[in-house]
Nanobody, 126 residues
Framework: QVQLVESGGGLVQAGGSLRLSCIAS????????MAWFRQAPGKEREFVAA????????YYADSVKGRFTISRDFAKNTVYLQMNTLKPEDTAVYYC???????????????????WGKGTLVTVSS
């Protein structure tokens, strides 16, 4: 089992920045990649960004490319999502996710994911 706990959500004005954090614990050695997904009210959960756990490969949804950056800190077992130039349409609950060794790359679909965090709410006001 891998446990994921997100933090860093909040209310920000359009054009502002936030950094989300996700602390992983448990059997993290079984993790191939980490990802962030988001779900806006009334919409399906969608992929945002992913990073290999043991290497620097990253992948982004087109909607956030150039604005969001995913990174990881092995020493802290933590994955970050730096979000810049936020837009009202970025408003959503953001979920941290972990994909196991048997998963594909990039893990852009819910069925690629083995573990989910409980989410953190990001609200961007216009």
């Amino acid at each position: 089992q891998v446990q994921l706990v997100e933090s860093g959500g909040g209310l920000v004005q359009a054009g502002g920045s936030l950094r989300l954090s996700c602390i992983a614990s448990g059997r993290t050695f079984s993790t191939k990649s980490m990802a962030w997904f988001r779900q806006a009210p009334g919409k399906e959960r969608e992929f945002v960004a992913a990073s290999w756990w043991s290497a620097g490969n990253t992948y982004y949804a087109d909607s956030v490319k150039g604005r969001f950056t995913i990174s990881r800190d092995f020493a802290k077992n933590t994955v970050y999502l730096q979000m810049n130039t936020l837009k009202p349409e970025d408003t959503a609950v953001y979920y941290c996710a972990a994909a196991g060794q048997g998963s594909g790359w990039p893990p852009t679909n819910y069925y690629d994911i083995d573990y989910w965090g409980k989410g953190t709410l990001v609200t961007v006001s216009s």
